[in-house]
């Protein structure tokens, strides 16, 4: 299986390293953080998650501004180690609450003895949170999150924010609060990753959505809890073999129906209420898990428009005029909003025009990649802002100018929107006396996994 598995910073620094075969050089984490920073592929290009170099398979993942890597002489299943290598991340945050470098290095016991109970001479034997906690007997050391940026879907919910608490994204699943005790909770997190393409119109050419149901529960002696899904969700058949449904159209096509093309549920829901009640029924084992990966290409409502145009101003001069509409409600904000528009080849100067007022907006040109970006730290529901770009070019002519602008590509992340309107209608607990009571918590956040505008 793997010969090795090291944990790099994105500075190159080694953090977490065991070697478990001694068939590759203890110099592999320097060999392939170079190999990783000097890339030579296209313009701006990262590395892949496998590659090799002089015999030696590499396999990684980024997790929370970290590297996970293997090394390998055989070949082994690329997807397998992938996999194994996003359990160990995510294994690593669930006994240490945040995972960062800061973590890592603060609990490197505790990481060492994980990771020994997790594989065995390179083979994985048990990645399962709650199968480990007999095993591992180290207490983690809590640090503090508030003095850390957290990465990934996890950052939207805010420490501070009124609608979740601090220790939302941030709790070990062993370790106790001050105080000794155990704070009961559950979070429910529906996360979707949109993928829209328009047309130069504003059209909706391609739309699809990979959302996906988490789960982290912190309730002792793991009471069965029942998660009540929208009364109007509409799915294909239930196969005989596996927890997976298969498209069937037929199903629902009534107009403002959820309807999901194919699902599949953890091993540990239950689906007898699925299909009458679409409740989900489980007894939620330790940790972060997903209890619903689903797919939909219905029509839905894209909640960003983007309106460009494109006009020459002269021999070397061309505009390029930028309208970003966000079409949700009021009262929700995306955070972190970012167009990036490829400029044509010719393109040797670019300024600005924001608009009056605007704030938090930031824009930039990579000269060596000739792409424009224009980054909105926060945009409202239901307003406008435009961007004018104007060009300078070293051809008097471009013919193609048009063509060479654009596609228009666009990331974003918005807290508590969305855009399949799946919704968690209740979550039950079976309560073991009158005066349990754990705290419920139900949260909402979009992706941007590939937004793309033609011109």
Excluded at 209 to 230: H, R
Excluded at 327 to 353: C, E, G, Q, Y
Aim: hydrophobic letters at 40%; charged letters at 25%.
């Amino acid at each position: 299986m793997i010969s090795q598995f090291f944990v790099l910073s994105l500075r190159g620094d080694n953090i977490v390293f065991r070697d478990y075969r001694g068939d590759v050089s203890k110099s592999s984490a320097e060999i392939f953080f170079r190999k990783v920073k000097f890339w030579k592929g296209e313009e701006g290009e990262e590395a892949p998650p496998v590659f090799n170099v002089d015999g030696v398979n590499y396999l990684h993942v980024k997790h929370s501004g970290l590297l996970f890597v293997a090394t390998t002489r055989v070949n082994p299943s690329p997807a397998l180690v992938l996999e194994l290598l996003q359990r160990i991340a995510r294994v690593a945050k669930d006994y240490l609450g945040v995972l960062n470098e800061d973590s890592l290095r603060k609990n490197f016991v505790l990481v060492y003895e994980l990771l020994d109970e997790m594989i065995d001479f390179g083979y994985p034997q048990t990645t399962s949170t709650e199968g480990l906690k007999s095993f591992v007997f180290n207490e983690p050391v809590v640090v503090d999150a508030a003095r850390i940026p957290s990465l990934g879907p996890a950052a939207m919910f805010i420490p501070g924010s009124k609608r979740v608490p601090g220790t939302a994204v941030t709790k070990s699943v062993v370790a106790s609060d001050a105080s000794g005790n155990k704070r009961e909770e559950v979070f429910v997190d529906i996360i979707e990753k949109i993928s829209v393409t328009f047309n130069a119109s504003g059209y909706v050419l391609t739309s699809e959505i990979d959302g996906t149901i988490q789960m982290k529960s912190y309730l002792t002696g793991n009471p069965e809890i029942k998660v009540g899904l929208s009364d109007d969700l509409a799915v294909g058949v239930r196969s005989n073999n596996n927890n997976t449904f298969a498209p069937d159209y037929s199903v629902g096509s009534g107009v403002g129906l959820v309807v999901l093309d194919d699902c599949n549920f953890h091993e540990s829901v239950r689906l007898d209420d699925f299909e009458t009640e679409r409740a989900l029924t489980l007894v939620p084992p330790d940790g972060e898990f997903p209890i619903m990966n689903y797919r939909m290409t219905q029509e839905f409502k894209p909640p960003f428009k983007v309106y460009p145009v494109i006009e020459e101003k002269g021999p070397f001069k061309a505009e390029i005029r930028l309208t970003v509409r966000a079409d949700f409600a009021s009262n929700i904000t995306a955070n972190m909003v970012v167009l990036r528009v490829p400029m044509p080849k010719t393109t040797t100067r670019v300024s600005f025009v924001l608009e009056e007022g605007a704030v938090g907006q930031t824009t930039d040109f990579k000269e060596s990649t000739k792409v424009m970006e224009w980054c909105c730290r926060k945009i409202v529901g239901g307003s406008d802002h435009v961007l004018v770009a104007k060009l300078t070019l070293s051809q008097e002519k471009n013919l193609n100018i048009k063509k060479e602008a654009g596609p228009i590509s666009m990331t974003f992340t918005i807290p508590m929107y969305n855009a399949s309107k799946l919704q968690v209608k209740y979550l039950q607990i079976v309560k073991k006396t009158k005066s349990y009571n754990p705290h419920r918590w139900v949260r909402y956040v979009t992706l941007a996994n590939s937004y793309v505008i033609r011109t």
